[in-house]
T-cell receptor, first 107, second 113 residues
Framework: GIQVEQSPPDLILQEGANSTLRCNFS?????LQWFHQNPWGQLINLFY???GTKQNGRLSATTVATERYSLLYISSSQTTDSGVYFC?????????FGAGTTVTVRA | DGGITQSPKYLFRKEGQNVTLSCEQN?????MYWYRQDPGQGLRLIYY???????QKGDIAEGYSVSREKKESFPLTVTSAQKNPTAFYLC????????????FGPGTRLTVT
């Protein structure tokens, strides 16, 4: 399966700050997803982005498939953005997950 | 309301007992998946199913079994052969197998003592 590496492992932000999370993957992909895991464990779909750029409110994501990386941007962070962000990639059936980035936003 | 439901939310069992986790979806999705998450880690694939009456092993299938008798349902049995069954279990579904966006249920936390 694909190897997925996320960085940084931990991120502490002051409310209102911007940040970038990175996801590197080891092979070409037909699926690249970003998730936010809330404190109850639910995985919330943020982006389905095997290539290109998408935006949803204060969040945006870019995948450069030829260079095998994806970036998640959080702008004007809020305390509700806290949690673990996962990147997952697949080139067939199996979605391989990174270890996650734990984001803590302080008021 | 379309979505994926998993029950129960919390499950406690004694070592040596088999336990079955429920996963139901009303999204009319063909493919369904079971993942396991251990503390501080990402998810790992246990089993997946493309269609009714067909399923395949994922990376960590040992000690688990599944069935897919209905399109909407994909129950997971954690058997006594699973050496470290305590974990958070998540079910997912997608419209077809490879490449499509996967959606996740709320998960079941299993504790075996």
């Amino acid at each position: 399966g694909i190897q997925v590496e996320q960085s940084p492992p931990d991120l502490i932000l002051q409310e209102g700050a911007n940040s970038t999370l990175r996801c590197n993957f080891s092979d070409s992909v037909n699926n690249l997803q970003w998730f936010h895991q809330n404190p109850w464990g639910q995985l919330i779909n943020l982006f389905y982005i095997p290539s290109g750029t998408k935006q949803n409110g204060r969040l945006s994501a870019t995948t450069v498939a030829t260079e095998r990386y994806s970036l998640l941007y959080i702008s004007s962070s809020q305390t509700t953005d806290s949690g673990v962000y996962f990147c997952a990639a697949a080139n067939d059936y199996k979605l391989s997950f990174g270890a996650g980035t734990t984001v803590t936003v302080r008021a | 309301d379309g979505g994926i439901t998993q029950s129960p939310k919390y499950l406690f069992r004694k070592e040596g007992q088999n336990v079955t986790l429920s996963c139901e979806q009303n999204l009319n999705h063909d493919a369904m998946y079971w993942y396991r998450q251990d503390p501080g880690q990402g998810l790992r694939l246990i089993y997946y199913s493309q269609i009714v009456n067909d399923f395949q092993k994922g990376d960590i299938a040992e000690g688990y079994s599944v069935s897919r008798e209905k399109k909407e349902s994909f129950p997971l049995t954690v058997t006594s052969a699973q050496k470290n069954p305590t974990a958070f279990y998540l079910c997912a579904s997608s419209t077809r197998l490879a490449g499509d966006e996967q959606y996740f249920g709320p998960g079941t936390r299993l504790t075996v003592t």
